[in-house]
């Protein structure tokens, strides 16, 4: 589980709005060791301050955000041997994503490799474990824990070649393809 600490502002002074668990994670039951969880959005257009509460998660039709709202997410990948074992099944798991990532599970090519491609810019952070970043043209790189993406709309698949999860923080900000 996520805490969350969330700041606001009442009558002119900073309050603390909320600090508590996070509400909107999940953890697949079709793909055991892979858990999302949604921690903020903003929605199309520029934030506006000051924050007066509410959970902006809640109720989103999308986890990818219209061109300049923004989404936050947590996400732990299980090591690749989960979608290798004889008991994976491949029509549970895309179930499963498409009722808790919509908008992103459909990104997925039907193919099964994990390639996708989103209208965003990603700032991805690893914050545990180990990853391999797949893109398009064949090129991969390794990272752990404290490497940096920055995801520009490419086409690209994760990798969890480890025996152990890896836990990566996303930011994902919606924009335009010209």
């Not at 309050?15 to 668990?21: K, P």
């Not at 299980?78 to 074992?85: I, L």
């Not at 090519?109 to 390639?115: C, I, L, Q, R």
């Not at 990853?131 to 990798?159: C, M, S």
Request: aromatic share 6%; with cysteine; proline share 7%.
């Amino acid at each position: 589980m996520v805490r969350r600490i969330v700041t606001g502002e009442h009558a002119g002074k900073s309050v603390f709005l909320a600090d508590g668990q996070v509400e909107t994670g999940h953890a697949y039951a079709a793909v055991p060791g892979f858990e999302t969880t949604q921690v903020w959005a903003t929605l199309q257009g520029a934030a506006t301050l000051p924050h007066a509460g509410g959970d902006p998660v809640i109720g989103l039709n999308s986890v990818i955000p219209d061109p300049h709202g923004t989404r936050f997410m947590i996400v732990q990948f299980p090591p690749d041997s989960v979608m290798a074992s004889p008991n994976f099944d491949p029509a549970a798991a895309g179930a499963e994503y498409a009722a808790n990532l919509p908008g992103l599970a459909e990104c997925f090519e039907p193919d099964g490799s994990g390639f996708h491609r989103t209208q965003t810019v990603d700032y991805d952070i690893i914050l545990s474990g180990e990853l391999t970043l797949e893109l398009d043209d064949g090129q991969a790189r390794h990272l752990k824990a404290g490497d940096i993406v920055i995801q520009n709309g490419t086409r690209h698949a994760w990798r969890n070649r480890s025996t152990q999860p890896a836990v990566m923080a996303s930011v994902l900000i919606g924009a335009e393809r010209k």
